[in-house]
């Protein structure tokens, strides 16, 4: 079981990116993906997840009406679009999969997740 995360970078304030994770080893029906972020001196905090069975998604505050998370079953693979970055959003995001489609109130536990891929770093700055 791989997860396998790309497409983070440098962007300018009010910017977008597209960050990509590609699972290998089970499929996206049965799994809910989630994205964490984790800022420098900050523990780390979940902010998008989706539900394999029923895709349900769901946002943190922090996030929500600027991100939207995304699934190609068939590419086996989870996106998470990013728009209207701020200087906050800087962090190194992961994603993680549960092998099972979880509860609402377990989507951004981190000991829900069983699967973690190695992370890619986003910096906003001018």
């Known amino acids: 079981v791989q997860l396998q995360a790309s497409g983070g970078g440098l962007v300018q304030p009010g910017g977008s990116l597209r960050l990509s994770c590609v699972v290998s080893?089970?499929?996206?029906?049965?799994?809910?993906i989630a994205w964490f972020r984790q800022a420098p001196g900050k523990e780390r905090e979940g902010i998008s997840c989706?539900?394999?069975?029923?895709?349900?998604?769901a946002y943190a505050d922090s996030v929500r009406g600027r991100f939207t998370i995304s699934r190609d079953n068939a590419m086996n693979t989870v996106y998470l679009q990013m728009n209207s970055l701020q200087p906050e959003d800087t962090a190194v995001y992961y994603c993680?999969?549960?092998?099972?489609?979880?509860?609402?109130?377990?989507?951004?536990?981190?000991?829900?997740?069983?699967?973690w891929g190695q992370g890619t770093l986003v910096t906003v700055s001018r």
């Open positions: 080893g089970f499929t996206l029906r049965s799994t809910t």
């Open positions: 993680a999969a549960a092998t099972r489609n979880l509860i609402r109130s377990s989507m951004f536990a981190i000991r829900s997740y069983d699967y």
């Open positions: 989706v539900r394999g069975g029923d895709n349900n998604k």
